[in-house]
């Protein structure tokens, strides 16, 4: 498939508006803290994040690359078992039937006070992460995988049964197919989801990414350096969100194609 210099000017063209009203909202905050004279330990100016941040970019980048790896590796997990899961779901009826309630009831618990739950029960190390970012992340990208499977084609799944083929094959060839568009989309809610878990989780209980860096910060009354922690927990669930669009272009490129339309 091919792409016209076009069709990436008129989508570099959407993110125009909210890059405009970006640096409105960050010319106000630079222009109130200037007028105000307000504490930076209160509230910082945007300049000031950035010096500071770029001042202690390695600590930023060491914590960053720990919240990152947490998050790849939290988030995995979770794919798996929403595909595991769903895949058992789609082919049961009984299991759907077990299964989508305990789905729903697991985005019920509040991850505020689940989290120190979970460091209290398993330590400071990689696997309290990891379960939080499963809770967090499941449902959508599940609940998108078994909307997929029902939204699949019925006339292509009736003329593959009257050619004889088995439930795994129609499985295969059209639902599996037809439930990857909607997978992506909740991808996409799942990634960012990710990063907000995985940087919670750390700031309950860690020894190192944004969230502990955040807690230790915000205890030393730097509140620049909090903001730029946050700067770069938003970069890398933007870098992240964007890289589903670069992975659904290659699995998946019909998909965006109907979207372009």
């Not at 905050?29 to 105000?36: H, K, M």
């Not at 794919?79 to 989508?100: E, G, M």
């Not at 997929?148 to 088995?166: I, K, N, P, T, W």
């Not at 964007?242 to 372009?260: H, N, S």
Request: hydrophobic content about 55%.
């Amino acid at each position: 498939m091919t792409i016209s210099k076009t069709d990436n000017t008129g989508r570099a063209r959407r993110f125009v508006p909210a890059v405009l009203v970006a640096g409105v909202l960050v010319g106000i905050w630079q222009t109130y803290v200037v007028v105000s004279g307000i504490r930076p330990q209160v509230l910082p100016s945007p300049a000031r994040v950035l010096t500071q941040g770029w001042v202690h970019r390695v600590d930023i980048a060491g914590h960053a690359w720990s919240t990152l790896q947490v998050t790849l590796v939290g988030f995995a997990v979770s794919l798996a078992l929403a595909w595991a899961l769903a895949i058992a779901v789609d082919f049961s009826p009984w299991l759907r039937q077990a299964f989508v309630p305990l789905f729903v009831v697991s985005q019920t618990l509040p991850i505020i006070a689940i989290a120190p739950l979970m460091i209290i029960w398993f330590g400071f190390g990689l696997l309290p992460k990891i379960l939080v970012i499963a809770l967090v992340t499941f449902f959508p990208v599940a609940i998108g995988l078994l909307e997929g499977f029902a939204a699949a084609d019925r006339e292509a799944g009736a003329l593959l049964r009257s050619m004889g083929a088995s439930r795994w094959q129609q499985f295969r060839y059209v639902r599996l197919p037809g439930a990857l568009p909607r997978f992506f989309t909740a991808l996409r809610i799942g990634i960012t989801y990710a990063v907000v878990g995985a940087v919670f989780a750390e700031y309950v209980g860690a020894t190192s990414g944004l969230g502990i860096y955040m807690s230790a910060q915000k205890n030393s009354f730097r509140t620049d350096l909090v903001l730029a922690a946050v700067a770069v927990t938003a970069v890398l669930s933007l870098t992240l969100y964007a890289l589903t669009y670069v992975v659904e272009r290659l699995v998946a490129p019909w998909a965006l194609t109907k979207d372009a339309t």
